[in-house]
């Protein structure tokens, strides 16, 4: 299994490009999740998906959209790149959130280091 | 709203020695799970253990142990006999029943001098 992984690994862009990270699964997870990771500020949740063709916005939306069209993967998209988005980007995904227990563990890809210039 | 808060932004503590991160948390739901990861310098996000709010006793997995003071809002890690191997960023996590997200708080680093 290669769990959850995430491409590219590092990508440079300059202000008004877009791009799209890719996150892919292979543990049958229903949830999957989109975060970023800056300085200070812990993991802030952009986007999740609670199942195939589902999206829902997390907490720091803004600048960002996600597909699900696959249960195994999660795109996120940036249409126009701004400096305010660089940062780290994590894919996670877990098995269901109907109720709090150590089955709701999340499992994160490795990251992915965006710098926008 | 859910919010964690880790109060230590950084911590350094001699090898061997036993080391306690703190983390407070709040939220009004009476159903909740609270987790701990750990992030190396290599960047991935590491699970380390997992507390439900109903469960009667601390969880412990290997030298991690949960110190849950329910009534204070309090989950802090403890790690028994530190390495140097366990040089990192932690943070601490709440999820809620219904609630399908995890509220992450700022994170502590923790250095291990030998």
């Known amino acids: 299994n290669a769990g959850v992984t995430q491409t590219p690994k590092f990508r440079v862009l300059k202000t008004g490009q877009s791009m799209t990270l890719l996150c892919a699964q292979d543990?049958?997870?229903?949830?999957m999740y989109w975060y970023r990771q800056d300085p200070g500020m812990g993991l802030r949740l952009i986007h999740y998906?609670?199942?195939?063709?589902?999206?829902a916005k997390g907490e720091v939306p803004d600048g960002y959209n996600v597909s699900r069209l696959k249960k195994q993967n999660f795109l996120l998209g940036l249409e126009s790149a701004a400096p305010s988005q660089t940062s780290v980007y994590f894919c996670?995904?877990?098995?269901?959130?109907?109720?709090?227990?150590?089955?709701?563990?999340?499992?994160f890809g490795p990251g992915t280091r965006l710098t926008v210039l | 709203a859910q919010k964690i808060t880790q109060t230590q932004p950084g911590m350094f503590v001699q090898e061997k020695e036993a080391v306690t991160l703190d983390c407070t948390y709040d939220?009004?739901?009476?159903?909740?799970?609270l987790f701990w990861y750990k992030q190396p310098s290599s960047g991935e996000m590491i699970f380390l253990i997992y507390q439900g709010s109903y469960d009667q006793q601390n969880a412990t997995e290997g030298r991690y142990s949960l110190n849950f003071q329910k009534a204070r809002k309090s989950a802090n890690l403890v790690i028994s006999a530190s390495q140097l191997g366990d040089s990192a960023m932690y943070f601490c996590a709440m999820e809620t029943v219904g609630n399908e997200k995890l509220t992450f708080g700022t994170g502590t680093r923790l250095t291990i001098i030998p």
């Open positions: 998906s609670v199942g195939e063709g589902t999206t």
């Open positions: 996670a995904s877990s098995y269901s959130r109907q109720r709090t227990s150590s089955y709701n563990e999340q499992f």
């Open positions: 939220t009004s739901d009476p159903s909740y799970g």
């Open positions: 543990m049958n997870h229903e949830y």
